[in-house]
């Protein structure tokens, strides 16, 4: 018999995480059903489900659906990035080109200058000057405020943080990034899954989320990963006018693949709309060591993400915000990001074309990726793919819910195949839909 105790949700959830810190409870172990659980500790069967889905938020247990509550383990939670010990070749990395990376050191002598020290204002005057602009032509506000972070992620984990408490529903889009489902895992939010489909979030899953009672929303305007899909003016459009009587639900977009982007961008964030953010890092074009981005707000959610900072990092080093400008205002940089977005662009068309023509129609979206819809089930695609030497991502990793469906779609990275390996994993593929 189980060791669970309490009568509260808080006393149960408590119970079953000590019980998996001491090993009494090991990954991959089923909890008791609900009822069961529910009758032997004499409490309201509701009581029992809102422990369970504490500890689902927190990343600690895994919903199953009909075949029940098994314990989490570590990774449970997909990271983007190479897989380590594999001797595959990756195409699910989601990494940019390091060939359209560019070198530093040029710009790193421009940017040493006297030590800057405690006290002193935590943004560059000049990259908050450089970065008003960037962002002024979309976002149209007197109000604007400029805030520097360790990243997109970051950017975004601390924005919910300061808006957000724990069981609070979020709006995600699904399929979703998978480091959005991390962070609203470990930050306890209850995640409500938005669609997404080739213009972006949809209406009626933005506002079903709404009549959910969700306080946040996190968007990505163009280049959606994993989908590739960018917002349209239409569908911008209507979810403004949706957000017309919600205007303090914090509506945060990640914008990562501006400068490399082939779409223009759009907007959840209407002109009345009172918390916003819009964030732009520099990971995909000046390479994910570069970890600043640009958060774009009004003036509460700067002040409460100024506080979420100041026990922590307190700022982004000074030498990190100085290099970054160095190299976005050098014209052989910029250059360089123009033959970046072309790069991508034409890689992901002709993979594309070369899918589409080996009968697995597929449209490339923007972004560094392709997803690739399939007429049989992602893993078990993957799973072929793998006796051939690739290691793919599937679908299900980037559903921000416990899904009862398999997922039909491959998130490939394609953009550093050589020839010969593009046409090996065109066939290769070709041959996983056709078992």
Not at 16 to 25: D, Q, S
Not at 258 to 285: D, M, N, Q, T, W
Request: charged share 25%.
């Amino acid at each position: 018999m189980h060791q669970i105790t309490g009568s509260t949700a808080a006393e149960i959830a408590d119970s079953i995480r000590a019980l998996r810190e001491r090993g009494l409870l090991s990954p991959g172990d089923a909890l008791p059903p609900v009822r069961e659980l529910a009758a032997s500790l004499n409490v309201n069967r509701n009581t029992a489900v809102a422990a369970y889905r504490q500890l689902a938020h927190a990343g600690l247990v895994l919903s199953r659906g009909r075949a029940g509550t098994v314990v989490a383990g570590a990774g449970s939670v997909a990271q983007e990035g190479h897989a380590a010990d594999t001797v595959l070749r990756d195409i699910g990395s989601g990494n940019p080109d390091p060939g359209y990376i560019p070198d530093p050191t040029p710009a790193l002598l421009r940017s040493i200058g006297r030590p800057v020290l405690y006290g002193e204002p935590v943004i560059d005057p000049a990259l908050e000057s450089w970065a008003r602009e960037w962002v002024a032509a979309d976002v149209r506000r007197d109000d604007l405020r400029i805030t520097i972070t360790s990243g997109a992620v970051d950017a975004v984990e601390r924005l919910l943080a300061q808006a957000l408490m724990r069981d609070d529903a979020v709006a995600l889009e699904d399929p979703c990034f998978l480091a959005s489902i991390h962070t609203a895992r470990l930050g306890g939010y209850r995640a409500v899954p938005v669609p997404v489909d080739d213009e972006g979030m949809t209406v009626d899953g933005v506002r079903a989320a709404l009549d959910a009672g969700v306080r946040a929303i996190v968007c990505t305007p163009r280049a959606q990963n994993p989908t590739g899909a960018s917002l349209s003016p239409a569908r911008a459009a209507a979810l403004r006018e949706l957000l017309v009587e919600h205007p303090y639900v914090l509506v945060i977009e990640d914008d990562h693949f501006s400068a490399l982007s082939h779409r223009p961008y759009e907007s959840l964030i209407g002109p009345e709309h009172r918390r916003y953010a819009l964030v732009r890092s520099v990971s995909k074009f000046l390479g994910p060591d570069m970890c600043l981005a640009v958060a774009a707000t009004d003036p509460t959610t700067a002040e409460r993400l100024a506080m979420r900072l100041s026990p922590g990092t307190t700022w982004v080093s000074h030498l990190l915000q100085r290099l970054a400008l160095a190299q976005l205002r050098d014209a052989s940089v910029q250059a360089l990001f123009s033959a970046a977005a072309e790069h991508y662009a034409s890689k992901n068309r002709a993979f594309a074309e070369g899918l589409t023509a080996r009968g697995i129609p597929c449209e490339p979206g923007d972004g560094l990726n392709l997803w690739v819809g399939l007429p049989v089930t992602a893993r078990s695609a993957a799973e072929h793919l793998m006796r051939r030497g690739w290691l793919a991502r599937t679908g299900d990793e980037f559903r921000p819910e416990e899904a009862t469906q398999p997922s039909h779609h491959l998130r490939l990275t394609v953009h550093d195949l050589d020839e010969d390996e593009t046409a090996a994993l065109l066939d290769d593929l070709a041959a996983a839909v056709r078992r």
